[in-house]
């Protein structure tokens, strides 16, 4: 009763909080942690009471693609595309990335295509669709296996229309200015950032990260009204967020100076190390992708629950094998510190003993069969009615 009554004050009071998590383009192995721990704290904050919002923010917009829409016109594979889509756009991209390394003609046309394709131009449009919406089904079968949902999937590209009219506003207020054929806010007043000013215009008039981010805080501020919004992203955009919050802070002093900010918070995590103690990547120093990597954990934890119990049916142990699989890979990511980094082991992650998801299992299932054979005892199931339970800690 107590913590009803707690869980009905604080819905009462209404806060809010949008969660965003940074995904972008091809889901690998580094994206398991932004998607992991993002649902972890969606889920605590909820049960907390608090209003959640979770916002995909993923990379559908920008410079990959003028390489994308290069590939896919020149080289593209029909057959592969029906089978593994983003498999062969991450080849399209990569065979057009190396060449234009080599080639100023490759880079010049892929610039084009970008352009035409920021232009409005209606081939590269309807193109551009197609690869989004291939795109996102995966994405989906992906985030299913893992059990997450987002309530909004709001795209770069969502906040391009956005991005001019932000800058101009910056500009009249005084909060950027020009400097070098660019556009950047400046911090002099803070020692941290003094001599990091914030891109938000670069000086051939394209747009960045900083000015969708802040594009979009503008967006969760008008629709949301949160009190605080956390960003779950890798470590490596530490600097960035510092930037995109001291522009942010000054740019809201402008428009109102009597409204109180939301909380921002950026939820930074470290990298996923393979057993050499470099970035986690496949045999043929390739990314992992994350459904190779739960397809993985799956198989392995099959081979597991089969040894142990053969005479199941083969589909019981391939939803066994299922549960104890994606359980152990997100619990070994939620195990360690989250601004640390740590070493993927597939035996410690699949062990039955020590920090690990399968003895965490193990040990429930142990119990409940304890709980089944008590109910067939006639002289057990009675005996907590004599028990008082009075203590908080109990």
């Not at 994405?139 to 001019?164: C, M, W």
Request: aromatic letters at 8%; hydrophobic letters at 40%.
């Amino acid at each position: 009763p107590a913590l009803k009554a707690h869980l009905e004050e604080l819905k009462e009071r209404g806060k809010r909080i949008v969660f965003a998590n940074g995904c972008f383009d091809v889901l690998h192995v580094g994206h398991i942690r932004s998607t992991i721990l993002g649902d972890c704290l969606a889920r605590t904050l909820r049960l907390l009471g608090h209003r959640v919002i979770t916002d995909n923010h993923i990379g559908d917009w920008g410079t990959q693609f003028g390489m994308l829409l290069l590939g896919w016109k020149h080289h593209l594979n029909r057959d592969a595309l029906s089978t593994d889509p983003v498999g062969e756009m991450e080849r399209l991209y990569k065979m057009v990335a190396a060449t234009s390394e080599k080639m100023e003609t490759v880079r010049d046309a892929a610039r084009q295509e970008l352009v035409k394709l920021q232009s409005g131009d209606a081939e590269n449009l309807r193109i551009w669709r197609e690869m989004i919406a291939l795109s996102e089904k995966q994405f989906d079968e992906i985030y299913a296996r893992l059990g997450v949902k987002f309530d909004h999937t709001l795209g770069e590209s969502f906040y391009n229309p956005q991005l001019q009219s932000l800058v101009d506003q910056m500009l009249s207020r005084g909060i950027a200015r020009e400097s070098e054929g660019a556009i950047a806010v400046f911090f002099e007043e803070d020692p941290q950032l003094k001599d990091k000013p914030a891109l938000i215009r670069k000086s051939d008039g394209g747009f960045n990260y900083t000015t969708t981010d802040l594009a979009t805080l503008a967006y969760r501020l008008e629709t949301w009204h949160p009190d605080e919004i956390i960003y779950v992203t890798d470590g490596r955009q530490q600097l960035h967020f510092q930037q995109v919050f001291a522009a942010f802070r000054k740019w809201r002093l402008t428009l109102d100076p009597r409204a109180s900010a939301p909380h921002l918070a950026h939820v930074w995590f470290g990298s996923i190390l393979g057993e050499d103690g470099k970035p986690f990547k496949t045999r043929t120093g390739e990314t992992v992708k994350l459904a190779d990597l739960l397809d993985e954990a799956e198989e392995r934890a099959f081979k597991i629950v089969s040894e142990k119990n053969p005479e199941l049916p083969e589909e019981r142990r391939r939803e066994i094998a299922r549960v104890v699989g994606v359980g152990a890979v997100k619990y070994a990511d939620l195990l360690p510190n989250r601004q640390s980094d740590y070493v993927f082991n597939w035996d410690k992650m699949l062990s039955l003993q020590g920090h690990t998801a399968p003895y965490l299992q193990y040990a429930y299932a142990r119990i409940r069969s304890i709980f089944r054979k008590a109910e067939a005892t006639s002289n057990i199931g009675h005996r907590t009615s004599d028990i008082e339970v009075s203590a908080a800690e109990e």
